[in-house]
């Protein structure tokens, strides 16, 4: 990089997402003191260590500590930021030209450990632009095996949420009845269908201290959810299609039609824009 540079103060961003914590080498400490050590062979000053934990690369919006980057690099407090990996800054193209075309104009530079760009340099910049697209092109791959994985579940009788009332997941495709939260959700249906009111059945359970599965109280918008999942009659529903799953019931298909009518006819009490399933 040009001599300006390692005589000026520059900032190191770090991020994991959630998929990939657990991989060697992508932690945050192991990219962390990687790159100090790096800075320190090149006799870069480190103004800030940025880290982001659990945060996707598809897109900038969502990404605060990014964004706070960003800021203190426009307003001049660093003249390079410095990455483990490309992938690690941005893997969407659109992004990562349009936010490396106002640090360039600011001449802020950009700096890869392990791919070793020069971004001040013609030939750097077209690097830039080929390991952005090939970034976007994993991400696009990755988005595309994770829905086909979470059909193939579907499809197999799986769901592919945490936790459910109800249900404790023993294993990872194993989910029996908890008998304590099975009685509170057949309640909740009962209820519905004596009063035909989401926000009353609401107000009861919390007259009753009844919580979700993390211990919150059954909002209205909770109880709607609990009357519309598929899941206590026996089925999967995946992007708008409903499976047959692999768990015992907590309802039966009857009164989960006889409440999603009753929801149907009040829809807006519930919300008419809310999309509503049947078994049939």
């Not at 006799?43 to 964004?67: C, L, Q, T, W």
């Not at 008998?179 to 959700?185: C, D, H, K, S, Y």
């Amino acid at each position: 990089m040009p001599d300006m540079i390692a005589t000026k103060s520059v900032a190191i961003y770090i991020r994991v997402s959630t998929a990939e914590q657990a991989k060697e080498g992508y932690s945050l400490p192991a990219q962390e003191k990687v790159l100090a050590n790096f800075c320190k062979q090149k006799n870069y000053k480190i103004y800030k260590v940025y880290k982001e934990m659990g945060i996707s690369a598809k897109d900038i919006s969502h990404r605060p500590v990014f964004n706070e980057m960003l800021r203190d690099a426009l307003t001049g407090k660093f003249s390079a930021i410095v990455v483990w990996k490309l992938s690690r800054f941005s893997r969407n193209l659109p992004d990562l030209t349009a936010v490396c075309e106002d640090l360039f104009k600011r001449h802020i530079y950009l700096i890869s450990y392990s791919e070793k760009f020069d971004c001040t340099t013609p030939t750097g910049r077209l690097m830039l632009n080929i390991l952005g697209t090939t970034a976007q092109f994993e991400r696009e791959i990755i988005g595309e095996n994770v829905a086909l994985g979470l059909l193939e579940r579907a499809e197999q009788g799986y769901p592919h949420f945490a936790q459910i009332l109800g249900y404790d997941r023993i294993a990872k495709n194993k989910w029996v009845i908890n008998p304590q939260e099975a009685e509170q959700v057949r309640f909740i249906y009962k209820k519905y269908v004596e009063f035909g009111c989401i926000t009353r059945v609401s107000k009861l359970c919390k007259s009753l201290s009844f919580v979700g599965k993390r211990g919150k109280p059954q909002s209205p918008s909770q109880i709607a959810c609990i009357l519309t999942r598929p899941f206590y009659a026996g089925y999967i529903l995946h992007r708008g299609n409903i499976y047959k799953g692999n768990h015992d019931i907590i309802i039966d298909v009857d009164t989960f039609n006889v409440v999603q009518k009753a929801i149907k006819a009040r829809g807006k009490q519930f919300g008419k824009n809310k999309k509503l399933y049947f078994i049939e």
